[in-house]
């Protein structure tokens, strides 16, 4: 199935919107290839790096090969917003944002870094809670451009108050999250949520 979310006219990097001159200094250039390299080693798909750095296809290959040593997956992208709806999915994507949505807000960041450091903290998080990583960076990617859309919002659980995904036409007056109301088998995943991160506003 073709891409349809993506129209031919749209502009690049339209979620990211790096300058649109690009003033390419080597040091700036220098930057993007670190960038790329975290992602590489974060497990991201060609496509992200192709999108948020204008550093060329062939370079990207080559720094694809040496630094994850294969060539990039050419499987299908992550294309669905439904994939961040399901329960434990979403659970994790609401945590990423929550985190991204901390870092944009409190910490001047360029943007691919702001996607890097959210992806590690989220990481870091999943990981004090002993859970296996659901959201991949491209999902993650994925899920920043469909909220920039318009695709995908959050709303507040009615119990627990924390931020969740969810679509953006969606009835959301009464919605209550995966955590507060889990499908049987579930209930450890509460640990992801720290009060800091999901239920407060940022100050
Ligand atoms: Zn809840």
Request: with cysteine; aromatic share 10%.
């Amino acid at each position: 199935m073709p891409p349809s979310l993506w129209p031919v006219n749209r502009p690049n990097n339209w979620l990211f919107e790096p300058s649109l001159i690009a003033p390419r200094s080597i040091v700036a250039e220098a930057q993007e290839v670190q960038w790329a390299i975290e992602l590489i080693e974060l497990g991201a798909r060609l496509q992200l790096l192709q999108e948020e750095t204008h550093l060329s296809r062939e370079r990207l290959l080559r720094l694809y090969r040496e630094v994850a040593g294969h060539s990039p997956s050419k499987g299908m992208l992550p294309y669905s917003t439904d994939w961040f709806i399901t329960w434990q999915p979403n659970i994790h994507a609401s945590l990423f944002l929550g985190i991204y949505r901390y870092l944009e807000k409190n910490i001047d960041l360029p943007p691919l870094e702001l996607l890097i450091k959210s992806y590690r903290l989220y990481l870091e998080q999943i990981a004090v809670g002993k859970e296996e990583k659901v959201l991949s960076v491209t999902r993650a990617w994925f899920l920043l451009r469909f909220c920039a859309a318009g695709m995908l919002q959050t709303a507040p659980c009615t119990r627990c108050n924390g931020e969740f995904v969810v679509h953006t036409h969606d009835l959301t007056a009464d919605f209550v999250c995966g955590i507060c109301a889990p499908p049987s088998r579930a209930g450890k995943t509460k640990k992801l949520f720290p009060k800091s991160v999901s239920s407060e506003p940022s100050p």
